[in-house]
């Protein structure tokens, strides 16, 4: 079965660049999402089919996917961005959505 | 505007059944995918299964398989998320979703989540 691979974390400072990568084996020709989760809540869609930011996500969320990585870029990190990330594909092959194991983000 | 509304929390002992639901409105319920996800306490998602309302076609993870029954009544909007006998290992929150736009698309919509706890 296809697998997702997230770092369990990743921490950055206020006002500085985080980036979330999701490695899989040719995930460049899939189309990846991105989900943020904070506490006791639903996850939220922020990133559709690699880059594209539904209504209401800010712009310095953006993803990129190439080759064997997909990455989510928060730009100008704030407190607020503070949550865990997941990445997704569907699996073609085998019909079945996948999700990668989400990475805690920190705001330092 | 589209919603997604799940039944409410439960309390069960291992070996009980459970079904729980899963409401959509604002939208037409019968041509959108429905997924279901589960996320064991402190730990990630994990895609359970997936239904279309219009015809019933079901896609099961493999990790489920067997397990659980997802099922939808389109003419009620409603899907269900059902189990037979019910193991301690089940407690978690179980979210159902659905597209943005159209399939394959990221799951815009989401339910509040249903939590299932199960303890003797």
């Known amino acids: 079965s296809y697998v997702l691979t997230q770092p369990p974390s990743v921490s950055v400072a206020p006002g500085k660049t985080a980036r979330i990568t999701c490695g899989g084996n040719n995930i460049g020709s899939k189309g990846v999402h991105w989900y943020q989760q904070k506490p006791g809540q639903a996850p939220v869609l922020v990133i559709s089919y690699d880059s594209d930011r539904p209504s209401g996500i800010p712009e310095r969320l953006s993803g990129s996917n190439s080759e064997n990585t997909a990455t989510l870029t928060i730009s100008r990190v704030e407190a607020g961005d503070e949550a865990d990330y997941y990445c997704?594909?569907?699996?073609?092959?085998?019909?079945?959505?996948?999700f990668g194991g989400g990475t805690k983000l920190t705001v330092l | 505007e589209v919603q997604l509304v799940q039944s409410g929390a439960e309390v069960k002992k291992p070996g009980d059944s459970l079904k729980i639901s899963c409401k959509g409105s604002?939208?037409?319920?019968?041509?959108?995918?429905i997924a279901w996800v589960r996320q064991m306490p402190g730990k990630g998602l994990e895609w359970m299964g997936t239904i279309y309302p219009a015809d019933s076609d079901t896609r099961y993870s493999p990790s489920f398989q067997g397990q659980v029954t997802i099922s939808a009544d389109k003419s009620i909007s409603t899907a269900y998320l059902q189990w037979r006998s019910l193991k301690a290992s089940d407690t978690a929150m179980y979210y159902c979703a659905r597209h943005l736009a159209a399939a394959g698309t990221g799951w815009g919509y989401w339910g509040l989540g249903t939590l299932v706890i199960v303890s003797s």
């Open positions: 997704q594909v569907w699996d073609s092959s085998s019909d079945h959505w996948v």
């Open positions: 604002g939208y037409a319920f019968s041509s959108y995918w």
